[in-house]
């Protein structure tokens, strides 16, 4: 089993402008990712970029793994111009996933964005009473919707726009959903994924009614894997490593 | 074929090395390589009392580069000889530890105590550009330079003893020199070069310390030609890095001059790099019916080019 391995692109399929769900074929044996694990990918091998980047499996067969990325800057621009056959370096799975929920607590899983990758193989797993949130800023980038629907939870779907779903941001609905289920806050534990000031206001929540829950962070990486110090994040128990005690952190443990 | 060197009274396996701060405490990296392979492990710096370091956002990307502001991130020397070098130990590989203090008397207090706790070298930091007190302040001033080399000198026994330069001063010859004289087994050569990247949507520094070490193949000719100048300063062994990501990288620093060499962002990019470049050079050595990895160091011949073209 190699953390450290080579993958053949199999698809590069572009969901919409700027998001594509990109399949990879391990040509060596892998190791299972837990659910919120990562990958540092290889985007080139000219040194410009220089590093990898970081993506979550979205989910793993045992043939393939597929990866969701939106196009951001140089290196995601990159992985966009990825062609079937051509073969790229990985190193992972990497930190540390989400933990499974307590017996009788109902997950709240709350996804902002291209969160949802980090959050679509917990979601897979969870039992049918867990809530799912997920919110984009239009109805075009709202992604795998057909197989969240499948998967049996219960979904809202939001978006910013209001072209699609209920109208507003994740952490509105996630208040609202609050409000309407008062029993719910005793029973359940959160889990969130998206940028940072929708995880800051779901957090805050959180803490207001006295919620448990993780949250799945980002931060520049260099190695991915311990050993630079690069990837800090100030917790209330000093500066850990997102891509080693994280990404996904108890969610009353970040300072915000 | 010989792929061993010596460095003061160490004698390496191979001449490749990991460099500090990019290797950890060697944990990180024992899934991805045998440990035991490498000529010598260089640890992060390591202060008298641990430090948090910066503040996040640490580190960026630059062309061919990248920016990190680290701040020393440390467990502390107390941590250190419990907890991480009892593992280092256990392979058979040199172990370096690279030191950084605020005053002189931190420098001889750790030296001192590393030296006793029996590892094989001490690597001394005089050039983090990333901590607000004492490092860099004894890389850029001659005089503190050969006071704290002398002392540190004094206080360590065993250990081989290593200064890695600075490369913000203009003569690093001169610098090398005051090294040599006041009894350091070997230099090393470059650590980060000082910069700083800004974002232009937000107008905000990329680095919240806003200046930060830069280090990666864009530094690598800057990096090479210290190696270079200070190589031919001194004769003790000159430790080659900056940059290096394979092979050919680690054999343009022996041929200008470089005893050892030593890998540092580039385990980032592939764990493995060490590795394949300590293969690299067996295969390179055979290629060319070369048999001892010594008769390459100092080998570039511009000298002769240049007489030649004066010719
Ligand atoms: C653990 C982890 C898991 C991730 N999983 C996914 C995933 O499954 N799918 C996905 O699409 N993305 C994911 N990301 C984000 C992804 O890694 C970045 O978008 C990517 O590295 C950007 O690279 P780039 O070269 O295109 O952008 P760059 O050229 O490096 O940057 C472009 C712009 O984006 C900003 N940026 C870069 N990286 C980040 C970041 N990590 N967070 C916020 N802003 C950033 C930069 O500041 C810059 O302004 C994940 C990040 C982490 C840390
Ligand atoms: C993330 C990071 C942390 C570093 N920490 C240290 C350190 O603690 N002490 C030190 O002497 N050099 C430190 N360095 C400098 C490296 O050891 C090396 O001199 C420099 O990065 C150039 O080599 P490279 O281009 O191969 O990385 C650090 C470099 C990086 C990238
Ligand atoms: S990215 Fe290097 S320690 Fe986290």
Same mark, same amino acid.
């Given at each position: 089993?190699?953390?450290?391995?080579?993958?053949?692109? %199999?698809?590069?399929?572009?969901?919409?402008?700027?998001?594509?769900?990109?399949?990879?074929?391990?040509?060596?044996?892998?190791?299972?990712?837990?659910?919120?694990?990562?990958? *540092?990918?290889?985007?080139?091998?000219?040194?410009?970029?220089?590093?990898?980047? +970081?993506?979550?499996?979205?989910?793993?067969?045992?043939?393939?793994?597929?990866?969701?990325?939106?196009?951001?800057?140089?290196?995601?621009?990159?992985?966009?111009?990825?062609?079937?056959?051509?073969?790229?370096?990985?190193?992972?799975?990497?930190?540390?996933?989400?933990?499974?929920?307590?017996?009788?607590?109902?997950?709240?899983?709350?996804?902002?964005?291209?969160?949802?990758?980090?959050?679509?193989?917990?979601?897979?797993?969870?039992?049918?009473?867990?809530?799912?949130?997920?919110?984009?800023?239009?109805?075009?980038? !709202?992604?795998?919707?057909?197989?969240?629907?499948?998967?049996?939870?219960?979904?809202?779907?939001?978006?910013?726009?209001?072209?699609?779903?209920?109208?507003?941001?994740?952490?509105?609905?996630?208040?609202?959903?609050?409000?309407?289920?008062?029993?719910?806050?005793?029973?359940?534990?959160?889990?969130?994924?998206?940028?940072? +000031?929708?995880?800051?206001?779901?957090?805050?929540?959180?803490?207001?009614?006295?919620?448990?829950?993780?949250?799945?962070?980002?931060?520049?990486?260099?190695? &991915?894997?311990?050993?630079?110090?690069?990837?800090?994040?100030?917790?209330?128990?000093?500066?850990?490593?997102?891509?080693?005690?994280?990404?996904?952190? +108890?969610?009353?443990?970040?300072?915000? | *074929?010989?792929?061993?060197?010596?460095?003061?009274?160490?004698?390496?396996?191979?001449?490749?090395?990991?460099?500090?701060?990019?290797?950890?405490?060697?944990?990180?990296?024992?899934?991805?390589?045998?440990?035991?392979?490498?000529?010598?492990?260089?640890?992060?710096?390591?202060?008298?009392?641990?430090?948090?370091?910066?503040?996040?956002?640490?580190?960026?990307?630059?062309?061919?580069? *990248?920016?990190?502001?680290?701040?020393?991130?440390?467990?502390?020397?107390?941590?250190?000889?419990?907890?991480?070098?009892?593992?280092?130990?256990?392979?058979?590989?040199?172990?370096?530890?690279?030191?950084?203090?605020?005053?002189?008397?931190?420098?001889?207090?750790?030296?001192?105590?590393?030296?006793?706790?029996?590892?094989?070298?001490?690597?001394?930091?005089?050039?983090?550009?990333?901590?607000?007190?004492?490092?860099?302040?004894? &890389?850029?001033?001659?005089?503190?330079?050969?006071?704290?080399?002398?002392?540190?000198?004094?206080?360590?026994?065993?250990?081989?003893?290593?200064?890695?330069?600075?490369?913000?001063?203009?003569?690093?010859?001169?610098?090398?020199?005051?090294?040599?004289?006041?009894?350091?087994?070997?230099?090393? !050569?470059?650590?980060?070069?000082?910069?700083?990247?800004?974002?232009?949507?937000?107008?905000?520094?990329?680095?919240?310390?806003?200046? &930060?070490?830069?280090?990666? +193949?864009?530094?690598?000719?800057?990096?090479?030609?210290?190696?270079?100048?200070?190589?031919?300063?001194?004769?003790?062994?000159?430790?080659?890095?900056?940059?290096?990501?394979?092979?050919?990288?680690?054999?343009?620093?022996?041929?200008?001059?470089?005893?050892?060499?030593?890998?540092?962002?580039?385990?980032?990019?592939?764990?493995?790099? %060490?590795?394949?470049?300590?293969?690299?050079?067996?295969?390179?050595?055979?290629?060319?019916?070369?048999?001892?990895?010594?008769?390459?160091?100092?080998?570039?011949?511009?000298?002769?080019?240049?007489?030649?073209?004066?010719?």
């Amino acid at each position: 089993m190699n953390r450290y391995f080579k993958a053949e692109i %199999t698809k590069n399929l572009p969901l919409n402008s700027k998001n594509n769900l990109l399949t990879l074929f391990p040509l060596e044996p892998v190791i299972d990712p837990e659910p919120g694990q990562f990958y *540092m990918i290889e985007v080139s091998d000219s040194y410009n970029p220089l590093l990898k980047r +970081p993506f979550c499996c979205l989910r793993k067969t045992p043939d393939n793994m597929q990866f969701l990325f939106t196009v951001r800057g140089k290196g995601t621009a990159l992985m966009k111009e990825f062609r079937k056959g051509q073969v790229i370096h990985l190193i992972g799975p990497l930190g540390s996933g989400y933990p499974e929920a307590r017996k009788g607590c109902t997950p709240v899983v709350i996804a902002g964005g291209t969160g949802i990758a980090s959050l679509f193989s917990f979601i897979e797993r969870t039992p049918d009473s867990s809530r799912v949130i997920y919110g984009a800023k239009t109805k075009d980038e !709202l992604l795998m919707l057909d197989e969240l629907r499948k998967a049996g939870i219960r979904l809202t779907v939001c978006t910013d726009d209001c072209s699609f779903g209920e109208e507003g941001m994740v952490d509105q609905i996630f208040m609202n959903f609050l409000r309407s289920n008062e029993s719910i806050r005793t029973s359940c534990v959160l889990y969130a994924c998206g940028p940072r +000031p929708m995880l800051r206001a779901v957090a805050a929540i959180a803490r207001d009614n006295n919620i448990k829950g993780y949250a799945s962070l980002e931060e520049n990486m260099a190695c &991915g894997f311990g050993a630079c110090l690069g990837c800090a994040v100030n917790t209330v128990k000093g500066y850990k490593r997102v891509c080693k005690e994280g990404p996904v952190f +108890p969610i009353q443990e970040i300072v915000w | *074929m010989d792929l061993t060197v010596d460095i003061g009274h160490l004698k390496l396996k191979n001449p490749v090395m990991t460099a500090s701060g990019t290797f950890g405490y060697g944990e990180e990296y024992a899934e991805f390589v045998d440990l035991n392979m490498l000529g010598a492990i260089v640890v992060k710096g390591i202060t008298l009392k641990p430090l948090e370091g910066n503040p996040p956002p640490r580190i960026c990307e630059t062309p061919c580069g *990248m920016l990190n502001a680290i701040g020393l991130q440390n467990v502390g020397l107390k941590r250190f000889l419990k907890e991480k070098l009892p593992y280092l130990r256990a392979f058979d590989s040199k172990i370096i530890v690279n030191v950084m203090g605020n005053t002189l008397q931190e420098y001889v207090k750790l030296a001192g105590a590393l030296d006793e706790a029996g590892v094989d070298g001490i690597e001394l930091n005089v050039s983090c550009p990333n901590v607000k007190k004492g490092g860099i302040m004894f &890389g850029t001033d001659k005089k503190a330079l050969a006071n704290l080399t002398a002392k540190v000198r004094q206080a360590v026994r065993q250990s081989i003893l290593i200064t890695k330069l600075s490369p913000t001063v203009p003569d690093i010859p001169k610098f090398a020199v005051i090294a040599e004289e006041n009894g350091s087994d070997a230099i090393t !050569l470059i650590n980060t070069i000082p910069g700083m990247a800004i974002d232009t949507r937000t107008w905000q520094p990329k680095l919240a310390n806003i200046t &930060g070490g830069l280090s990666g +193949p864009a530094i690598r000719p800057v990096a090479v030609r210290m190696v270079w100048e200070a190589s031919r300063a001194v004769k003790i062994p000159v430790i080659g890095v900056g940059g290096i990501m394979n092979v050919d990288d680690a054999l343009e620093f022996m041929l200008a001059g470089a005893t050892a060499v030593q890998v540092g962002t580039g385990n980032f990019l592939r764990p493995t790099a %060490t590795v394949e470049i300590i293969n690299g050079l067996w295969t390179y050595l055979d290629k060319k019916g070369i048999s001892n990895v010594k008769d390459i160091i100092g080998g570039v011949n511009g000298e002769s080019i240049h007489s030649n073209l004066n010719n």
